[in-house]
């Protein structure tokens, strides 16, 4: 029977210290150059995929391209035989076109994103209206009146009038008959100078239960 070979070593408190030092760093030493190694393996992964997926999404993303492009293409035929057959102009100003499918479960809205803007002459017609509106603060009803009218002229993060508000702005100055206040909703008016930002298409089927449902053609849709 063979014997034990293991053998008991006696150290002194300083030796068993220093030893145990030892093999702490050992030990870190070995954590680190897993850590190391795996960030490593990470990285390799990250680029490995990237250099894989991005091909894919690229050709996804050209498809999708020209596809969309394909119905705009399609549907300006369809717009141009509309206003032959209704004797309608296709107004420029239009921001989006509906077109529904004969069983009303399909549709497509094709249309534009457009953003509020003004020239600096908004400024002079904010101040004539405001100089009027901030004059008739006198009773509860008109001081009403006042903080409608300056919430109606308040502005956007970005700084920007919203153009649906200053509707709302001429009917109420419609409603006063004032002369000033109307000419400065006409100088607001006046300065609008929307920008059109980019094309859109809306795709829409009805469910089992009849709502609505998008068609998703974006990247973060789904």
Known sequence: MEGNNQQTVIMTPEERAEFEAYQRE????????????DR?????????EIEHSIPSLLAISEEIKTCKQQVMDNFKTILEMKSE???????DDQRSHTFTNSAGDKRITLGV???DGYRDTVEEGISIVKEYIEGLAQDN????????????LSRDAKGTLKASRIVQLRKIAMDTGNARFLEGVQIIEEAYQPAVSKQFIR???KDENGTWRSVPLGMTES
Do not use: G, N
């Open 40 to 48: 490593e393996r990470y990285r390799q992964l990250v680029d490995e």
């Open 141 to 152: 009803e008109s001081r009403a009146l006042v903080s409608m009218v300056l919430k109606l």
């Open 113 to 115: 994103y457009v953003t």
């Open 85 to 91: 057959l209704f004797k309608t102009k296709v107004r």
């Open 26 to 37: 050992k030990a870190r030493k070995a954590a680190e150059e897993k850590a190391k190694a």
């Open 203 to 205: 795709a829409e089927v």
